[in-house]
């Protein structure tokens, strides 16, 4: 389950071509730190016309009369109910994501967690954080989430994160972790057939890519978002 993240920081080290359309898209953004649902956030997803994979601005959560933000999909049951119709016509994306969050702990002493991608592109960026809360995070390799998106002719332009059994360290806090496709299953999973189900395609392209996570303060009680600030930076 993921109900926040950050598509921030990011510069051209993150690669190029399409990868490079995703970092000029999110200028265009209104924030990317503390993404919620409802929120515009970017993806990317196939040009039916040209079949360039290209980024696009879209609100995160598909909206329903019951629910008008449904920002999680299990990824178990895209074969049925409300999104089958996704699957079957191929509207699948990936959402580039820095950090996501969850929490631990009883209700009134939640800690937060943030998870990010294990790779590191370069050297501590941020001066301005670093000086006043400890070494600037490294920045990371995006992580590349699973999602299915919607054209809403009343709402607008919408999308949905893929959702799978928590694994790793996520399980220790969570039993739900978004579905995260490794660099390489990127454009497999943009281009599959809308005929292959969702059995047939786990079976081959297992999910999950290497994380870090650290305990951080909670971004939802900044007034200033950016990057997750580690707690020990306070000590």
């Not at 993806?43 to 696009?56: H, K």
Request: one cysteine or more; charged letters at 25%.
């Amino acid at each position: 389950m993921c109900n926040l993240y950050d598509i921030g920081p990011a510069s051209a080290k993150q690669g190029r071509g399409w990868r490079r359309l995703v970092i000029e898209a999110m200028q265009k953004l209104p924030k990317v730190y503390g993404i919620r649902k409802t929120d515009p956030g970017l993806v990317v997803r196939r040009n039916d016309a040209t079949g360039d994979l290209c980024p696009e601005i879209r609100h995160w959560g598909f909206h329903r009369p019951f629910n008008p933000a449904i920002n999680n999909a299990r990824i178990e049951k895209l074969d049925s109910g409300m999104w089958k119709p996704a699957w079957e016509a191929a509207r699948r994306c990936v959402i580039p994501v820095a950090t996501f969050y969850e929490w631990s702990g009883a209700k009134g002493h939640k800690q937060t967690h943030a998870f990010q991608s294990e790779t590191r592109l370069g050297d501590a960026i941020d001066s301005s954080r670093a000086s006043e809360s400890g070494p600037g995070p490294a920045e990371r390799e995006w992580l590349w989430m699973a999602g299915l998106w919607e054209d809403d002719p009343e709402h607008g332009p919408r999308y949905t994160m893929l959702t799978t059994a928590a694994e790793g360290m996520v399980a220790e806090i969570h039993d739900r972790m978004p579905a995260i496709l490794r660099k390489n299953q990127v454009e497999a999973f943009l281009t599959l057939s809308g005929k292959v189900s969702v059995a047939e395609w786990l079976d081959g392209h297992p999910l999950s890519a290497p994380l870090e996570e650290f305990r951080c303060l909670n971004p939802l009680k900044s007034a200033d978002p950016g990057p997750p600030i580690e707690d020990g930076f306070l000590f």
